[in-house]
């Protein structure tokens, strides 16, 4: 099992922000190393596309314990809905066991909103 939590719960932020945060991982025995990742991903229609913003490599020898980090959010891509593809940001961390991963979805955009695109103004 591996749990991030972030500073305060909070899960959308602005663009160029810090996010500060705490792993916590309880494997079976104990991983080489965790991987934590800040990264970007689309979805919806044609290919998928994954950007990694920044990795973070801890070594873990115990098979349970805890690691605070953080990440200077960048500029973008902003997460954003569209009828045909959607951006999403996320911060997952990766065991050598593929049994431990875990992931925490969030919001990168301005005023730490996702952007809707296709909306008609007025509505």
Not at 15 to 41: F, H, N, S, V
Request: with cysteine.
């Amino acid at each position: 099992m591996i749990e991030i939590r972030t500073e305060g719960g909070e899960t959308a932020f602005a663009p160029k922000a810090t996010l500060r945060g705490d792993l916590q991982w309880m494997c079976d025995a104990a991983p080489e190393t965790i991987r934590l990742r800040l990264l970007w991903y689309t979805e919806g229609r044609g290919d998928r596309d994954v950007g990694i913003a920044e990795e973070i490599p801890l070594g873990a020898p115990v098979a349970s314990g805890s690691s605070p980090f953080r990440f200077t959010l960048p500029s973008g891509p902003y997460s954003c809905s569209g009828q045909l593809v959607s951006v999403r940001w996320a911060i997952e961390a990766v065991s050598d066991s593929p049994r431990d991963v875990g992931r925490l979805e969030l919001v990168l955009g301005p005023d730490r909103r996702e952007v809707v695109l296709g909306e008609d103004e007025g509505d």
